[in-house]
């Protein structure tokens, strides 16, 4: 891939749902990247710095009732969030672009994609990440979980701090935010319609918990273009375990797209 030919002094530029932490004047490609439940922008961080010297710019979304946006109150469902982000989104659909998810960030780059497909535009790549096929029969109910139960299930999944989950003060500030978002996870319903026609990859982990390798290779039922399952050694945060293999897999793919 072609680095891009002019870049800004790296810096964190902000409207209302995405973050530049590495923006690029002139992108080849940019990368919309969706947190997992209770994640946030900066989550991708690392992401965009290891993908910026090859022309790609991430633009990580920020979703309402954390961090700079603790203020304004979580969503509900899966539509919301997509509604919300579309405006802003839309600025950048002009050129190429691509969309990442994981977890419930992968359900949410999905149904961005099928989206947008509604109104002519589509992601020149689809990355699905830790996250189940919607045309299998599994419901989320993590919700309905007690606090207890809920942090004793984050910690399972080892995606948070082990010192962050002592933190009965810090704790208070981030529960809201990921019961919320176990909550938009529980009430989706995969709505009937066209197979989403773009390129996809799906990456899962080996050893996830919550995603089988047939889970993930479910996601070729609801998807109609070049299709291929990157399965990766961890738990359910391989991308955090294995974030060299997965800069390699999108640098890889959208160098194709190109």
Avoid: K
């Avoid at 680095?3 to 209302?16: E, F, I, K, Q």
């Avoid at 699905?128 to 419901?139: E, M, Q, T, W």
């Avoid at 799906?202 to 889970?215: A, E, I, K, Q």
């Avoid at 399952?229 to 390699?248: N, Q, S, Y």
Wanted: hydrophobic share 40%; aromatic share 6%.
């Amino acid at each position: 891939m072609t680095p891009p030919t002019a870049t800004r002094t790296p810096a964190v530029v902000r409207d209302a749902w995405l973050r530049r932490y590495r923006p690029l004047d002139a992108a080849v490609v940019r990368l919309v990247c969706f947190p997992h439940a209770g994640g946030s922008a900066s989550s991708y961080l690392g992401l965009a710095t290891a993908l910026a010297p090859a022309g790609v710019e991430v633009l990580a979304v920020q979703y309402p009732g954390r961090q700079d946006r603790r203020s304004e109150p979580c969503a509900t469902s899966v539509e919301e969030l997509v509604e919300g982000l579309l405006p802003e989104l839309r600025q950048w659909t002009g050129e190429p672009f691509a969309l990442f998810g994981h977890s419930l960030g992968a359900t949410l780059a999905y149904e961005t994609a099928r989206r947008l497909a509604d109104l002519g535009e589509r992601p020149v790549h689809l990355f699905l990440s830790g996250r189940r096929s919607p045309a299998g029969p599994h419901r989320e109910t993590a919700h309905l979980l007690d606090d207890r139960e809920l942090i004793d299930l984050i910690a399972r999944l080892q995606g948070t701090e082990p010192a962050l989950l002592r933190d009965e003060e810090m704790l208070r500030m981030v529960l809201p935010a990921i019961r919320a978002d176990y909550r938009v996870a529980g009430a989706y319903v995969h709505r009937p319609g066209p197979a989403l026609g773009v390129p996809v990859t799906v990456l899962t982990g080996d050893r996830d918990p919550n995603v089988s390798v047939d889970d993930a290779l479910r996601w070729s039922q609801v998807v109609d273009g070049p299709f291929g399952v990157c399965v990766l050694p961890g738990g359910h945060f391989f991308l955090t375990e294995r974030a060299e293999d997965v800069r390699a897999i999108v640098e890889g793919a959208l160098d194709r797209a190109h």
